[in-house]
């Protein structure tokens, strides 16, 4: 088991765009699915639903009709955020708690906000009353990006 202190956890998650196609044990989704259940909401109405897409078949169509981006075809899982319409903002909470999880686990994740909505809407036969607003492939990374540059603290923190 993997088990990261919180700060090197945020330092080591990176956008990963080169998987492995090993599966992804159950043990290691179920933790990211809790992450998903544990994420804070307004109200606590947790507006949201999320789609595990594991049949490689159907991740191919999702990539093939509505991403159009190739590091896609190999992650063996793609997970759909939905969302009630306007609560994308709980929603990307709870996503950023699972690829927290996810990197804490060993596997390698990267958001997805550029793809054709109608094409997933359809290949998963998602409610036309559901935004679809991320998709975020999972899987071990055939690869070790580099840390990027980041602002210094000082340019995006003022306490007053």
Known sequence: MIVMDFMEVICKRRAIRKYKRDPI???KLEKLYKA???APSGNNRQPYK???VKDEQTRHEIVRRAC??????DAPVIMVACCEAGRAFDTAIAVD???LAATNEGL???WVGWFERDAV?????IDSDLEIPILVPIGYADENPEKKPRKSIRELVKVI
């Open 68 to 73: 159009h981006q190739d590091f896609l075809y």
């Open 25 to 27: 044990p159950e043990e």
């Open 121 to 125: 809407r359809e290949i998963l036969e």
């Open 50 to 52: 999320f789609m595990f």
């Open 108 to 110: 390698g994740t990267c």
């Open 36 to 38: 998903l259940s544990l």
């Open 97 to 99: 708690h699972m690829v």
